[in-house]
C-alpha cells in the first residue's frame, strides 16, 4: 500500500446579495472540497477490498463471450459492434457503469480474448506503428476507487493517469513483474472524484498496447441524495413560513 498526496484548491466563496436555493446548496457543496487530497495504491487485491469497505463494487472480467478483435469505437453495455471474425458485443456483455475506449484511427481496436494466464478472456488492445497505444476508461459517474489485475502482457511497466472531477490529474509509472501470473494494482481516492482513468502499456516487443482483467470499480448507491433532501427540508420550511404568514394577514 502507498500514499500518493495530491494539492486540491478550495474556491473563494464570496456571497453577495440574494442567492437562489440552488445557487446555496451548490456553493455549500464547493467549499466542502478538501484543500489535500490523497490517493492510496494497492497492489494486493485483499488489502483493496478491506479499504474500499462496504462501497459496492462492479467487476468485469471480460469472460460473457470471445470477441476478436474489435475494431475502433466504445467498448460499453450500449454499443452493438461489429468484429471481424467471432461474435460481436452485444448490450449486456460489457457490465454498466463504465466506457472502455481507444484513441480513433487505423488500425485501432481491442481484443477480448483468453489465455495468457488469465481467466476466461481478457481485455487488450494491439500496439499501433508507433508502439502507442492507450486504453482510456470513462466513468458514467465519479468513483471513489478502481482496481484491476494484469501481467507480462501489460509490458515491463505501464503509465497511469487519472482524472478527477477537479480538473487535475495523477500521472504515474507502475512496474509489472516478467511473469503470466496475474498482478493487481488498485487505487482509492479519499474523495468520490475519479472521472476517468488512462492505461498506457510498454511492452517491449510493440505486441500489445495494454492487458487488463477483472476490472473492479466502485459505485454509488441512489436511493440517498442529501441535496435533494436538503431542497425538500428547506421548501417545506419555506412553504410553511409563506402559509403562517398568510394565515395572519387575513
Not at 469497505?53 to 468485469?60: A, D, K, N, Q, R
Not at 484511427?105 to 502507442?132: K, M, Q, R
Not at 510498454?202 to 476490472?215: E, M, Q, R
Request: glycine share 10%.
Amino acid at each position: 500500500m502507498n500514499l500518493i498526496s495530491r494539492n486540491l484548491t478550495s474556491p473563494n466563496i464570496c456571497l453577495k446579495g440574494i442567492i437562489s436555493l440552488g445557487t446555496l446548496l451548490l456553493v455549500c457543496g464547493s467549499a466542502s472540497i478538501a484543500e489535500s487530497a490523497t490517493i492510496t495504491s494497492f497492489t494486493n487485491r485483499n488489502d483493496f477490498n478491506t479499504a474500499i469497505g462496504s462501497f459496492p463494487v462492479i467487476i468485469e472480467d471480460f469472460t460473457n463471450s470471445f470477441h476478436f478483435p474489435i475494431i475502433t469505437g466504445i467498448l460499453n453495455s450500449q454499443t452493438n459492434l461489429v468484429v471481424d471474425n467471432g461474435s460481436p458485443i452485444r448490450p449486456g456483455d460489457i457490465k454498466p457503469g463504465a466506457t472502455y475506449s481507444t484513441p480513433p484511427g487505423t488500425g485501432s481496436f481491442f481484443n477480448i480474448d483468453a489465455g495468457g494466464g488469465y481467466t476466461g478472456g481478457f481485455l487488450d488492445g494491439f500496439a499501433s506503428s508507433d508502439f502507442n497505444r492507450t486504453l482510456t476508461i470513462d466513468f458514467d459517474k465519479n468513483v471513489s476507487a478502481f482496481g484491476f489485475d494484469t501481467n507480462s502482457l501489460m509490458g515491463n511497466d505501464f503509465n497511469l493517469t487519472i482524472k478527477f472531477s477537479s480538473g487535475e490529474s495523477f500521472e504515474q509509472n507502475f512496474l509489472v513483474s516478467n511473469s503470466i501470473s496475474l498482478q493487481f494494482f488498485g487505487f482509492q481516492s479519499d474523495a468520490i472524484d475519479i472521472q476517468s482513468v488512462i492505461i498506457d502499456g510498454n511492452a517491449d516487443d510493440g505486441t500489445f498496447a495494454f492487458a487488463i482483467d477483472n476490472f473492479t470499480f466502485t459505485t454509488v448507491p441512489e436511493p440517498f441524495n442529501l441535496g435533494g433532501t436538503l431542497i425538500a427540508g428547506l421548501m417545506g420550511l419555506w412553504l410553511k413560513r409563506k402559509k403562517k404568514k398568510g394565515s395572519q394577514s387575513v
